[in-house]
């Protein structure tokens, strides 16, 4: 059974199709329209892509591998569309066709009082449709297409409220860094070209032996390893796109933008696009030790250092953000110590299990009116059950708990770092352990501030005693809903509607089943998919060609070896280490959260250095605004006051364009408005067309 | 005696001929409220035509009249884009005729004779068709360029076109006469084969530069190029525009009759001719284009330096450099129509949106005529991924295959300096701030916004998918 084209082709464009139409024919259709037609689109291109994936695992079609149009051939440059279908792509048609299919559906309820309603799927559709063309691309220019498309929209959403500066700022801010990944990404994909002398990912990876022994001379006497120099480039861009230390900075800002977005782009499928890109060329990467002991130590320092800011933040969605930089992390360190498959695997839950967390914080700030500080909010457990249980099953499945799926692919992971010999792993060996205590303190803390406890906050009603309320909430849910959208609006750079923190309208409640119903999809797969797929997946040889290891690095079948089912490495995972470590982040939390709240205090103000470290996030960010943005300023006001104002504005620019405004006048004149200036113009042009010849030509005449 | 067989292989050109004449006739007997019917039955005339052109393709070339009139691959492209401008013209500017008391019967009828001379002229296999074509076609365009008579600027504007172009089919003429005399023939295929034959005497390369001076100033090619602006700008728009797009795909006809079917066989020579020639054009039109404030004049100079492209294709002599050459013709015909069909739906009675001052603000007035017009400046400009940017490439691909790398420079250069420009229009219609008390409202005629929309997107569609065209471009010239 072969895959069909016209499948493929509608798994892409259904999506464009529905973003096509929201976005450009919202008003026409309306909101109800508008999510109609993405689902729809999304619905589609979902179920054809299990289907596809049905078909490539179980109904036997082989991969495919097709150009599909060609757009331009210059030289060896061919750019073409096409798609490369293997078990790998299938696996990310899936999750990121899945996972965004419920973020349209969480949308209808998240985004219910937002005014931009229908820009807001037309975008969301466009990111599905970019991200399925970077899976699906055969070729690296349409991964390039489609890792700027996912960018643009990553933008996009980031400051989807333009009228918020901190929203801005934090697109502003994601764009400025990716620059600098993709810039690194480009010149990989040029040195490719380079090197190979295509772009077309079979005949590349086909063509990636030859590269042994060849270098890149920069000097004389500086050479470098050609695939070192690839990979590091490759590896840069996905740095940016996957918010690795140290181009991190940008990931936790983008929680700005709204939640679903969040969850969609910023957790389970954008962001580890690097790690899909890495994996994607795993060929080039088994051909240099140096480059994948840099993305291991990359990798590692990310999972433990960016944790630990996770234990200090308040903000709701920045804690998940930040454990999100410590997960990929986690993909990173297992890429890094060749065991693709482990990365592509942790990826995957993971996607299921941190969308699932991102949506059930945006359940709950829902619920607490666009509150996101934790510390206003507490006992929550009784007003929203639905989200209290996924979410937990989702901090389950996070903190690598057994028989949960992030157990499977996590303890996977730290397992093969501490099976590697390359350079360096036994300081990521140390980093993965100690971050999943890290992980489980964060998470914890989170649940137990959110969920348990005391409730930190008061219901306020406008005026109302407490027992209209039930009232006001009617009314309010009812018939303001526009009201409430303009006033949304309105207060956007003020979450807390005018109250004081802490202050509730009404009391919070569970949200809406648009809502709760991705919640427990999403918590199904966090909890099983691991244990049902890790056999095949890891240590089955699942991808095939798909993903390229050298017999000599690979730790996974190392690992195999031990390997005896799923609910052996679950029993196995509760006498181990990182479990170990968790059972204790749990007792800690517990303790200081439920039963001696003060305590969290005390230690604050004990340990108030290493907290201020956390706090301004080791000064990372200080640092790049001090140095590269001030900096910037300042180096570009230098260049503009000498170089520019000077040279360039005073010579070149007033200079050349003085001469061109200066041409131009004196040819203006010409155009005098005289008839008879004209024909002189022509009888002239032949004079010189009849002189010219008689000149430089008549030497040829009568040869 | 003409028989059957001529007659059925020049079925397009006599066909248009006698729904010309019917159309007279109609205006003649038509109220004036009732004009609107005219307009329909032109366009369906023109598609009609269309029709005819494609179904009768031959399979190979055919000549009727005894090699007076060619009908090849060449033509029949040529002829496809010719109609379907004229008909986006027709589309484009009834709104505009209204609103100028202009709508009247001659307007289409001039029009359409005009086309019938274009199509002649493309396909032209005698000198003498390829003068009769040409005359045909302009002095309907004199009598366009001053339909607004009324009007100071339109018929000072007629009276210039009317004079330069006089002298420069006279040059024409003399110069065909000194072929004549030397090679004793008025065939082009005869002509090319005395050329290949006989070698080259002074008289044959006296006669070949008139008949440049007279190509180039069809092109508009600098120095040949001072009526360009005065017609552009003084011209009623809907005239304009087809002196922009479909004599555009004429003159490049005209030019590849007489350079290669006719004088082939002296490449050498003209070659280096039609790199100077675009050079002055790429300059003139490019610099000059800088300093304008009036979009209609920014946009004749800017042909003017798109003719200079358009010989760095030409200069190639060659199969490719045909290809490429064409292919720029039919792409700069496509962007001038949607260029000037944005100026002519925002025009109105009494406003004639032609400063680019006027459209200051346009995105925040209509945003998507601002996308539509960004669309063509792009386009115009050579913004990769649109139609453009591929149609420049090719010339330039074609320009360095001839071995003239120092021309493809000189072209890249001036496409830069052009972006300015084009991107300054942009930039008024996204970044400025609307002028007090302007107000613009596109025209309402649903159709014309649905078409001018659909050229525009072609600009970008063609971009994207511009392998066919170019497909029959090659294969035009392949054989």
């Known amino acids: ?703 | 005696m003409p028989n059957l067989n001529d007659i059925m292989i020049m079925l397009p050109e006599f066909y248009l001929v006698a729904a010309a004449c019917l159309l007279l006739l109609l205006d003649a007997w038509m109220k004036p409220e009732q004009r609107n019917i005219l307009h329909w039955v032109s366009i369906l005339v023109l598609v009609v035509g269309i029709y005819l052109v494609v179904a009768g393709q031959p399979q190979v070339t055919v000549t009727a009249f005894g090699g007076m009139f060619v009908r090849d691959a060449t033509a029949e492209i040529l002829k496809v884009f010719i109609l379907l401008c004229t008909a986006l013209i027709f589309v484009f500017s009834r709104p505009y005729m209204q609103d100028r008391k202009l709508f009247q019967g001659e307007f289409y009828t001039l029009m359409i004779f005009a086309t019938i001379g274009a199509m002649l002229l493309v396909s032209a296999g005698n000198l003498v068709m390829v003068y009769l074509g040409l005359e045909l076609m302009t002095l309907c365009s004199y009598g366009l360029v001053a339909l607004n008579r009324d009007s100071q600027l339109s018929s000072e504007a007629a009276i210039k076109y009317f004079v330069l172009g006089a002298l420069s089919s006279g040059m024409l003429l003399y110069g065909m006469s000194m072929v004549y005399g030397a090679t004793g023939t008025l065939a082009l295929v005869q002509l090319h084969g005395a050329v290949a034959q006989a070698g080259m005497s002074n008289l044959m390369v006296f006669g070949l530069i008139f008949m440049i001076v007279g190509i180039s100033f069809k092109l508009g090619v600098a120095p040949f190029h001072m009526w360009i602006p005065d017609v552009y700008q003084g011209a009623p728009t809907s005239v304009t525009i087809f002196v922009g797009s479909t004599s555009k795909l004429a003159a490049f006809g005209m030019a590849y009759r007489l350079l290669e079917s006719g004088m082939g066989g002296m490449a050498h020579q003209w070659q280096m001719m039609l790199a100077v020639l675009a050079v002055v054009s790429l300059a003139i039109g490019n610099l000059v284009a800088i300093v304008q404030t009036n979009l209609k004049r920014l946009l004749a100079y800017s042909t003017i330096s798109h003719m200079g492209y358009l010989l760095l294709g030409l200069v190639n002599a060659g199969p490719e450099g045909y290809a490429s050459a064409m292919f720029y013709a039919i792409s700069y015909a496509l962007m001038s129509t949607a260029a000037f069909g944005v100026i002519l739906a925002l025009a109105r009675a009494g406003f004639e949106c032609e400063e680019i001052d006027d459209f200051k603000g346009l995105n925040q007035r209509s945003p998507w005529m601002a996308f539509l017009m960004m669309l063509a400046m792009f386009s115009l400009a050579g913004v990769p991924p649109m139609f453009g940017f591929f149609a420049k490439l090719l010339v330039l691909q074609a320009a360095i295959h001839a071995g003239m790398m120092w021309l493809a420079l000189v072209g890249a250069v001036f496409a830069i300096i052009g972006l300015y420009y084009y991107l300054r229009v942009v930039k008024v219609m996204y970044f400025d701030k609307p002028a007090e008390g302007l107000e613009i409202r596109p025209q309402a005629d649903g159709f014309l916004r649905t078409m001018l929309s659909l050229n525009a997107l072609v600009l970008l569609a063609l971009g994207l998918y511009w392998g066919p065209l170019l497909g029959w471009c090659r294969a035009a010239f392949a054989g």
């Open chain 1, 1 to 703: 059974m072969q895959l069909s084209t016209t499948i493929l082709l509608i798994i892409a464009l259904a999506p464009l199709a529905g973003c096509l139409l929201a976005g450009f024919l919202g008003k026409q259709i309306g909101r109800a329209g508008a999510h109609s037609v993405t689902i729809l689109g999304l619905l589609i291109s979902c179920a054809l892509s299990f289907y596809v994936l049905y078909q490539i695992t179980a109904g036997g079609a082989p991969s495919y591998n097709q150009d599909i149009y060609t757009w331009f051939e210059i030289g060896r440059l061919h750019v073409s569309v096409g798609f490369m279908v293997d078990r790998l792509t299938a696996m990310m048609m899936v999750v990121v066709t899945f996972v965004s299919l419920l973020v349209h559906v969480y949308t209808i309820g998240y985004m219910a009082d937002d005014p931009g309603y229908q820009r807001f799927f037309s975008y969301i559709s466009l990111f599905t449709f970019a991200m399925l063309m970077l899976v699906m691309s055969n070729n690296f220019m349409q991964l390039f297409f489609g890792w700027e498309g996912v960018g643009l929209v990553s933008y996009l959403l980031i400051g989807f409220w333009y009228k918020r500066p901190t929203a801005i700022f934090a697109n502003l801010k994601a764009f400025l860094v990716n620059r600098v990944g993709d810039f690194g990404f480009l010149l990989g994909i040029a040195a490719v070209l380079y090197f190979l002398g295509t772009l077309d990912y079979a005949t590349a990876f086909a063509g990636a032996p030859s590269l042994i022994g060849k270098s890149l001379a920069l000097t004389a006497n500086t050479h470098w390893d050609a695939a070192t120099v690839i990979c590091v480039l490759l590896f840069i861009g996905a740095m940016g796109k996957s918010a690795q230390v140290p181009l991190h900075v940008w990931l936790p800002d983008s929680m700005e933008g709204p939640t679903p977005i969040s969850a969609l782009i910023h957790a389970a499928t954008m962001v580890t696009a690097g790690i899909f890109m890495v994996a994607r060329m795993s060929p080039f990467f088994e051909l240099s030790e140096g480059a994948l002991s840099f993305v291991m130590i990359i990798g590692a320092t990310g999972a433990l250092f960016t944790g630990l800011i996770g234990i200090v933040q308040n903000d709701i969605k920045r804690v998940v953000a930040y454990s999100t930089l410590s997960q990929l992390g986690y993909m990173t360190v297992a890429l890094g110590v060749s065991a693709y498959a482990g990365a592509v695997f942790h990826l995957m839950t993971h996607a299921f299990f941190k969308a699932l967390l991102f949506l059930g914080a945006g359940s709950v700030i829902i619920a607490m009116h666009h509150e996101q500080d934790m510390r206003y909010m507490g006992g929550l457990r009784k007003y929203m059950p639905i989200t209290w249980i996924t979410m937990w099953i989702g901090s389950l499945a996070l903190v690598a708990i057994p028989f949960t799926s992030g157990f499977y692919s996590k303890d996977a992971i730290i397992e093969a770092v501490g099976e590697s010999h390359r350079w360096g792993s036994g300081y990521a060996y140390v980093c993965v352990l100690a971050g999943a205590f890290v992980t489980a303190l964060y998470t914890f803390r989170q649940m137990y501030l959110t969920f348990h406890g005391k409730e930190r906050f008061v219901v306020v009603g406008h005026g109302h005693g407490h027992d209209t309320h039930a009232i006001h909430h009617e009314v309010h849910d009812h018939g303001a809903h526009d009201a409430h959208g303009d006033d949304h609006h309105a207060h956007t750079d003020d979450p807390h509607h005018g109250h004081k923190p802490g202050e509730l309208e009404h009391a919070p409640h569970e949200s809406p089943w648009v809502v709760t119903l991705p919640l427990i999809l999403l918590a199904i797969p966090s909890l099983l998919v691991g244990f049902f797929t890790i056999g095949p997946m890891l240590f089955g040889n699942w991808f095939g060609q798909a993903i390229h290891v050298e017999e000599a690095n690979n730790v996974l079948g190392e690992l195999g070896r031990e390997f005896h089912g799923a609910a052996a490495m679950g029993l196995h995972g509760l006498l181990s280490w990182p479990f170990a470590l968790v059972a204790l982040a749990f007792v800690i939390t517990t303790y200081i959260y439920l039963f001696n709240p003060a305590m969290a205090g005390r230690i604050k103000s004990a340990l108030k250095p290493l907290w201020t470290v956390l706090d301004r996030k080791y000064w990372v960010d200080d640092v790049y605004f001090a140095v590269f943005a001030r900096g910037g300023v300042k180096l570009g006001r230098l260049f503009w006051k000498a170089g520019d104002a000077a040279v360039i504005d005073g010579v070149l620019v007033n200079g050349s364009a003085g001469l061109v405004q200066r041409i131009a006048a004196g040819v203006r004149r010409l155009q005098s408005g005289y008839l008879y200036h004209y024909a002189f113009a022509m009888i002239l042009g032949l004079i010189l067309l009849l002189g010219g010849f008689w000149v430089f030509g008549s030497g040829q005449i009568g040869q």
